[in-house]
């Protein structure tokens, strides 16, 4: 599968950041909000990203800005991430890759600019420049439109409805700029730039001065730990909890780790993918860890005040080792869900990421 242990992580935190920072021609890296779609064509309906398990439309959890260097067919590329929010299921995950060429009909050739724009109307772009119509409350594409007044779009009866509530019922019959302003339909993840940093490798001296207890975690396992944890009667989940724990030690607001082919942190021993788990791109070849969310960002997607909420221990998205193009539209790439141990599905009450 991946090449063991390449290169550093880059790691990913969330941020505020102003409006016109997570727009479409910023490139964004970002947490929540709507998609900001990088290619046009090709981009996934209703169909495509339906929850697998129980069919409702689901939420942007990320997205992330990952260029390949040297390939010019990949000059702009994009991984969006999505997770079904729907109460009781919270549970189905997709994940899509997109990439463009430097030279496109959408993007200028310039690199965007570094500081806000004159204009600061924060007004939803709910169209694509192609025409398409997006959902007023989710950002994917509308195929349905409001058969009243032919000015409100979604993708689904399930987010008309949500808007209708939401104050559509009034706006309707009114005539006026619908569309400029959205109502929270309580829909959304709340949204945050993603800053990216690299991962400093933690010399053990270093910790060691911080906190002894710690340095020793951050050892690497070796077949002296194994006798000693099993003298001290810890479990090889307990030895795979305390590895990732004092992994991210260094960093603990991280809410996510990047990286083509590395090798992804796994929060315990059960349910670690082989590889003949990874299912291979339609092209033919495999597909390679890319990147993984982390526990952390459960914290900002404040994803329990619907109740019953989405919920993980990583995410681990696989991606096709060749970035192929697939038509030059959105392709499906794989992601993997790992619970923390004995804790498997979404559950109702349940104790948070204990933090570090
Ligand atoms: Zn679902
Ligand atoms: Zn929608
Ligand atoms: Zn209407
Ligand atoms: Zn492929």
Request: charge should be negative; hydrophobic fraction near 35%.
């Amino acid at each position: 599968m991946a090449a063991a242990g390449a290169g550093p992580a880059e790691l990913g935190f969330a941020e505020e950041a102003p409006a016109w920072r997570l727009r479409r021609e910023q490139f964004p890296s970002k947490v929540g909000g709507r998609p900001a779609w990088l290619g046009e064509a090709g981009l996934p309906g209703p169909g495509a990203l339906a929850c697998a398990l129980c069919g409702r439309p689901p939420a942007l959890v990320l997205q992330l800005y990952a260029p390949l260097a040297g390939r010019a067919d990949a000059f702009h590329r994009g991984l969006f991430l999505f997770c079904c929010r729907t109460p009781p299921c919270c549970e189905g995950l997709r994940v899509f890759r997109n990439q463009l060429p430097r030279q496109n009909d959408i993007f200028s050739h310039e690199p965007p600019p570094e500081n806000p724009p004159e204009e600061t109307e924060d007004a939803v772009c709910l169209q694509l420049r192609s025409g398409a119509q997006l959902c007023r409350v989710c950002g994917c594409l509308a195929p349905k439109t409001c058969s009243r007044c032919h000015r409100a779009h979604y993708c689904s009866k399930e987010h008309q409805a949500l808007d209708w509530r939401a104050g559509h019922k009034q706006a309707c019959a009114q005539s006026g700029a619908l569309d400029n302003t959205v109502p929270d339909h309580n829909f959304l993840f709340p949204e945050f730039e993603i800053v990216v940093e690299t991962e400093e490798e933690a010399l053990p001296e270093a910790v060691e001065r911080e906190d002894a207890a710690e340095a020793a975690e951050s050892m690497a396992e070796t077949p002296e730990d194994v006798l000693d944890s099993m003298a001290k009667h810890e479990s090889r989940e307990d030895r795979i909890f305390q590895k990732f724990k004092s992994k991210i030690a260094p960093e603990p607001e991280q809410i996510l780790r990047y990286g083509r082919g590395i090798t992804p942190v796994w929060i315990s021993g059960e349910n670690i993918p082989q590889e003949k788990d990874i299912p291979n791109c339609p092209c033919g070849a495999k597909r390679i860890f890319e990147f993984q969310v982390m526990p952390q960002l459960l914290n900002h997607l404040k994803a329990d005040r619907l109740g019953r909420s989405v919920d993980w221990g990583v995410l681990a998205v696989f991606t096709c080792a060749d970035s192929c193009g697939l038509g030059s539209g959105y392709a499906e790439e794989f992601v993997w869900k790992q619970d923390v141990a004995g804790t498997p599905g979404p559950r109702e009450g349940a104790a948070r990421w204990p933090g570090v």
